[in-house]
């Protein structure tokens, strides 16, 4: 298998292609003056299974383009297999038409990925699982999507919080929190989120937690503003939990988030390498050469 580290995810992808034993390809590749993107493959392809690891964050538009330019490319040189490794998957989280006339922002991606020559789409906790089965459904791209939360759980464990209570901000990530409770052993629970669509605005049902002095963990898909994250955390510490830690697969890193969080009384704050930030501590490489090597 040739593995490419494709330019947003050049660390993660030679980490991977270490784990399965190959020499990483590398890509050439340049933002002109005007914001294209150029693209040049460095090895022939033909009749090759290919993995292109790249991230869609920051910066997700011009991250997508170079990833359907190496995709593209690939397949227009023979190779066999292509398989998209997209750590974080921008516009995942447009899965379903919330209103009349709303782009349907996932089924796009999928429609271009295909076009491009991609066989396999390879992601890590993506936002909604079931709802992206259902656009997977519609196209010709195999979906595989992988869960970085036991890794997550098993650091916070030697980090001291063994036993912790585990908790997801809404229902929707109820799964996570379970999980994750099933290293940390302290239970889970949830609380409702409800997100004004229009603005944005965040509203929280905190429920009545046995929580007094005790740890915990909130775990969510991602970090974005940090609203979410900061609320949950806030309520726990209001609870009177002796720790909070924040958890989660992907920080964005946006602006003020960081601060947001730590007022809200979380520490440590922790993420894996699916996009590069000083949060990282957890490294998906080991996961996704996994899923490769079965794939291959
Ligand atoms: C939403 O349902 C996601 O799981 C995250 O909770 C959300 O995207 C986090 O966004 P923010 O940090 O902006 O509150």
Known sequence: MIVIPGPSSLGLGWRVAERLGVEPTPVEHRVFPDGESYIKLTKPVAGEDVAIVQTTAPNPDMRFMQLLLMARTAKDFGAENIVAVVPYLAYARQDKRFTELEALSLDVIFGLLEASGVTDL???????????????????????NLSAVPLL????KKEHFDGA?????????IYIAEAASKVLLGGYNFFEKTRD???GEI?????DLDIKGRKAVVFDDMISSGGTMA???????????ERVAAAC??????????EKIRKAGADPIIATNTIETPFSRVSVAGLIADKLRELS
């Open 153 to 156: 759980a098993e650091y916070l």
């Open 197 to 199: 669509r229009k603005t």
């Open 165 to 173: 209570y585990s908790l997801s901000p809404d229902k929707g990530a």
């Open 203 to 207: 509203t929280m049902a905190v429920k």
């Open 249 to 258: 697969t992907h920080v964005l890193y946006m602006p003020g988030a960081e």
């Open 122 to 144: 390879v992601t890590i906790n993506i936002h909604n699982e079931a709802s992206t089965r259902g656009v997977e459904a519609k196209h010709g791209v195999r979906f595989h």
């Open 231 to 241: 609320k949950a955390v806030e309520a726990l510490t209001q609870q009177g939990a």
